[in-house]
């Protein structure tokens, strides 16, 4: 029987039809290279994939660990896990996506089932699980992409997840950690551009040069140092060539998750320029129209910005930043919202059992269209007039409250299309000058909430960021209403939220 052969993307044509023989040749040394690799992560065969990656790798760049198939859209390290299904249905299942056709194959008139099956020197499962492990370390080594999605819509953590094999999971969450925090760093790079004055006609000779820059915003165009540092993190910068990537860091609560998106190349999160940019200016969405109901708050492009079924972790965060912080009734409490939304949290706060006498409340909110509902009759404003309303961006707003004495018991952050690095200013910069001693705050945590592997990486990459800006975070798993979430996301054209539980951050400072 005739096999067929892997689709594979790569940077060279692939069809190789009309082409000079010397392209129509390398393309197909091409070809077959990606096949050799995907075969051998598959059989976790690490002596031929670290021959492999050699003989197909130049300079720094990670492309021979990131070869793609054209019809599943796997990885190395999608074949790497696929590898431990436990029957020939599930094998054939991984690799082709079909359960029920034999007829697919890997190439060569390699049977898929066979190419994936434990070779019989490969002893039991402890040693299976070994060499997978070996293998996927092999792949992050060489710059394997930790999150690039499949035409299942699944990165290889999901798989991971989705097959039970733990220990591989684990690994690709820590690998992702590696880069994010890798990126993070990045961000404080920028290219200089450095003119030669030897120039016998007086034109400027441009040379990138990367130098930490405060608050600088590089590495756009990868350096061989910037892609060796991404290879040392187990992920490679990304460009148009390379297969759409999961996840969102795009601040606590976006819409951006998981899908086609515009790429922060510096930063390695999603950034959706409709909503915010990757400096924080979310103006756009400031600008639509809002629509609310009893279930949950719209864009006018039928985005979910809030829903009602956050009632039930919002009302167990407010219980949490109260546990320890109740003061006696005759003592002033003082407790900040950033984000008023749907008014959730803050009449949460306004109702709570141990609500104390002497409340302060002050909530900052920059959208016109909840400031207008807060202040109609009827509305939050008129229903707790004892409420203070800072109105504005909290980047505008925050900064003055020094001047006004203002200092907080507790703090909430819930803003909507920001990014990740807009929060960790928050953090970083001015929660330490708001917050009593003792205090406590929190945040809504949706980073990365389109699937458990990304929610995994950036629930430890804040909790690494909090530590070395002076907090320590403990968090408490809350079940999520699925039956809520479900019948809020009928007829929502982005979801900023898709898993089954949430953590609950509770943040005090060190010490």
């Known amino acids: 029987m005739e096999s067929e052969a892997l689709n594979v993307q790569s940077d060279l044509p692939q069809d190789v039809n009309g082409l000079p023989p010397e392209l129509a040749n390398l393309a197909s040394t091409v070809d077959l290279a990606a096949q050799e690799i995907l075969l051998a992560s598959s059989r976790h065969d690490v002596a031929t994939l670290r021959a492999l990656l050699r003989e197909y790798t130049s300079g720094t760049s990670s492309a021979a660990a990131n070869v793609t198939d054209g019809e599943t859209g796997y990885t190395p390290l999608h074949a790497a896990i696929s590898g431990m299904a436990d029957t020939d249905l599930e094998r054939d299942h991984a690799v082709n996506g079909e ?63 989705r097959m039970g094999q733990n220990q591989l999971y684990e690994l690709l969450v820590d690998a992702g950690v590696r880069a994010e925090i890798l990126f993070q760093r990045l961000d404080g790079y920028e290219e200089i551009v450095e003119v030669d004055e030897d120039d016998d006609d007086g034109d400027a000779d441009a040379q990138g040069t990367e130098m930490p820059v405060e608050g600088g915003r590089g590495a756009q165009n990868a350096s061989a140092e910037t892609e060796q540092a991404n290879r040392a993190a187990g992920v490679e910068a990304q460009d148009e060539d390379i297969p759409a990537n999961a996840g969102n860091g795009n601040g606590n609560r976006s819409h951006v998750q998981g899908q086609d998106h515009d790429r922060d190349a510096a930063t390695n999160r999603t950034t959706d320029i409709a909503e915010g940019d990757a400096t924080g ?117 925050v900064p003055k409250f020094p001047e006004k004495g203002l200092e907080f018991d507790v703090i909430y952050f819930d803003t909507y299309a920001e990014p990740y690095s807009s929060f960790r200013n928050f953090f970083e910069e001015l929660v330490i000058g708001m917050l009593k001693e003792g205090g406590r705050w929190s945040f809504f945590h949706g980073l990365g909430a389109d699937r458990r592997v990304c929610y995994d990486v950036y629930t430890k990459v804040v909790e690494m960021d909090l530590f070395e800006a002076g907090f320590d975070v403990a968090w408490e798993k809350v079940p999520v209403d699925e039956r809520l979430l479900k019948e809020a996301g009928v007829g929502v054209s982005r979801k900023y939220w898709d898993l089954e539980e949430y953590r609950l951050p509770v943040v005090t400072f060190l010490g």
């Open 99 to 161: 359960a029920n056709d034999p007829a697919n194959r890997l190439g060569n008139g390699v049977d898929a089932r066979v190419a994936l099956a434990p070779q019989e020197t490969h002893g039991g499962d402890d040693d299976e699980l070994s060499r997978a492990e070996k293998t996927v370390k092999l792949l992050l080594q060489n710059g394997a992409v930790w999150n690039t999605l499949d035409v299942q819509d699944e990165t290889p953590g999901c798989l991971a997840w």
């Open 281 to 397: 200016d979310n103006s756009h969405f400031l600008s639509r129209k809002l629509t609310f109901s009893s279930a949950r708050l719209l864009d006018d492009q039928s985005n979910a910005v809030m829903m009602e079924w956050e009632r039930t972790i919002m009302s167990r965060t407010v219980d949490q930043l109260f546990a320890d912080a109740m003061p006696r009734n005759d003592e002033s409490f003082t407790v900040l919202n950033n984000g008023h939304g749907m008014g959730i949290f803050d009449s949460l706060i306004q109702t709570h059992p141990k609500r104390p006498k002497s409340l302060h409340h002050h909530i900052i909110e920059a959208h016109p269209d909840v400031i207008a509902k807060m202040r109609a009759p009827g509305g939050f404003l008129a229903s707790h007039p004892e409420a203070t309303l800072h109105e504005g961006r909290w980047q505008d707003v």
